[in-house]
C-alpha cells in the first residue's frame, strides 16, 4: 500500500517471540489486521507506541488477509481515558472490531469514532452521550436504514405524546401495546437528532441501540461490558 493513513489500534496481541498482531481502524481502509514484527523486541521503535487510543500514521504491505506493518508514528499522545471512561473507549474498540468488515471504507465513521473517544477523554460525568451517538452513526454506516420520523403504518409525522412499536424491516407502528419495543414520538425525535436532552430519551436511546446491534453482534457477548460490570462492582462507595 502506498501512502500513510491515519488510524488507532483497536485490538492487538502477542504473535511469536516478538511480534504482534494488530486489528487496526484506518480512515480510508476501515479495519484492516496487520502484523507488527518484532515490534514487542527490546530495541523495537514501536515498542509502546501500538497501544489502542493513540492517534497513528501508518503504512502497510503485503497480500493476504493479514498483512504486514511497514511504518508507524504515533501523531500525539495518547487520549487519557480512565475509569468509566476507559471501559467505555474498550467497548467502542470490541464493538468496531466485531461489526465491521475487513478492509472496507468507513471514512466518516472513522471520525464519528475520533470524536467518540475525544468526548469519552473529555467527560467528567456519564459517558452515554458519546456511546449513543457513536452507536447511531455505526448503525448508519452499516446501512441500517429505519425511519424515526415517520408512522410506517399510515405515513404521518410522529406525535411526541404518541406510543409507536418497532417491528423487524417495517419501522415504527402507531400502537397502544408499551414494551421494550415501544418508544415514544418525542424519543424517537431525539434518535433522529443523535441528541437526549433528558434521562428518558437517553434510556430509550440506548434499549434501541442495544436491540439494532443485536444481530450484527450475534449471539457472543461483548467481553467489555463484563469488563465494565466487574469494574463497578470492584468501585469503593463514597461516604457521604
Same mark, same amino acid.
Given at each position: 500500500?502506498?501512502?500513510? +493513513? $491515519?488510524?488507532?489500534?483497536?485490538?492487538?496481541?502477542?504473535?511469536?517471540?516478538?511480534?504482534?498482531?494488530?486489528?487496526?481502524?484506518?480512515?480510508?481502509?476501515?479495519?484492516?489486521?496487520?502484523?507488527?514484527?518484532?515490534?514487542?523486541?527490546?530495541?523495537?521503535?514501536?515498542?509502546?507506541?501500538?497501544?489502542?487510543?493513540?492517534?497513528?500514521?501508518?503504512?502497510?504491505?503485503?497480500?493476504?488477509?493479514?498483512?504486514?506493518? $511497514?511504518?508507524?508514528?504515533?501523531?500525539?499522545?495518547?487520549?487519557?481515558?480512565? &475509569?468509566?471512561?476507559?471501559?467505555?473507549?474498550?467497548?467502542?474498540?470490541?464493538?468496531?472490531? %466485531?461489526?465491521?468488515? +475487513?478492509?472496507?471504507?468507513?471514512?466518516?465513521? #472513522?471520525?464519528?469514532?475520533?470524536? /467518540?473517544?475525544?468526548?469519552?477523554?473529555?467527560?467528567?460525568?456519564?459517558?452515554?452521550?458519546?456511546?449513543?451517538? #457513536?452507536?447511531?452513526?455505526?448503525?448508519?454506516?452499516? &446501512?441500517?436504514?429505519?425511519?424515526?420520523?415517520? /408512522?410506517?403504518?399510515?405515513?404521518?409525522?410522529?406525535?411526541?405524546?404518541?406510543?409507536?412499536?418497532?417491528?423487524?424491516?417495517?419501522?415504527?407502528?402507531?400502537?397502544?401495546?408499551?414494551?421494550?419495543?415501544?418508544?415514544?414520538? %418525542?424519543?424517537?425525535?431525539?434518535?433522529?437528532? $443523535? $441528541?437526549?436532552?433528558?434521562?428518558?430519551?437517553?434510556?430509550?436511546?440506548? *434499549?434501541?441501540?442495544?436491540?439494532?446491534?443485536?444481530?450484527?453482534? &450475534?449471539?457472543?457477548?461483548?467481553?467489555? *461490558?463484563?469488563? #465494565?460490570?466487574?469494574?463497578?462492582?470492584?468501585?469503593?462507595? *463514597?461516604?457521604?
Amino acid at each position: 500500500m502506498d501512502g500513510w +493513513q $491515519r488510524a488507532f489500534v483497536l485490538h492487538g496481541r502477542p504473535y511469536s517471540e516478538t511480534s504482534l498482531l494488530l486489528d487496526l481502524f484506518t480512515e480510508g481502509h476501515g479495519r484492516v489486521r496487520l502484523l507488527a514484527k518484532g515490534a514487542r523486541s527490546r530495541r523495537s521503535p514501536l515498542k509502546g507506541a501500538l497501544q489502542p487510543f493513540t492517534p497513528l500514521l501508518v503504512r502497510w504491505g503485503g497480500k493476504g488477509e493479514v498483512k504486514t506493518l $511497514r511504518s508507524a508514528e504515533p501523531v500525539s499522545l495518547s487520549l487519557p481515558l480512565s &475509569g468509566i471512561s476507559l471501559y467505555s473507549g474498550l467497548y467502542v474498540n470490541e464493538l468496531v472490531s %466485531r461489526v465491521l468488515e +475487513q478492509e472496507t471504507s468507513y471514512p466518516s465513521l #472513522f471520525f464519528d469514532y475520533l470524536n /467518540c473517544l475525544q468526548a469519552l477523554a473529555a467527560t467528567t460525568g456519564s459517558p452515554e452521550h458519546a456511546l449513543r451517538e #457513536f452507536e447511531l452513526a455505526l448503525l448508519g454506516n452499516l &446501512g441500517y436504514g429505519v425511519d424515526f420520523l415517520h /408512522c410506517a403504518g399510515s405515513g404521518e409525522p410522529v406525535a411526541d405524546e404518541m406510543t409507536y412499536r418497532y417491528r423487524e424491516e417495517k419501522g415504527f407502528i402507531a400502537s397502544l401495546v408499551v414494551d421494550q419495543l415501544s418508544f415514544t414520538g %418525542r424519543e424517537l425525535r431525539a434518535l433522529s437528532e $443523535r $441528541r437526549f436532552p433528558d434521562v428518558l430519551t437517553l434510556r430509550a436511546a440506548k *434499549r434501541f441501540t442495544r436491540m439494532a446491534l443485536k444481530p450484527y453482534l &450475534g449471539g457472543k457477548p461483548l467481553k467489555s *461490558r463484563e469488563l #465494565f460490570r466487574q469494574f463497578v462492582v470492584k468501585r469503593p462507595v *463514597r461516604a457521604s
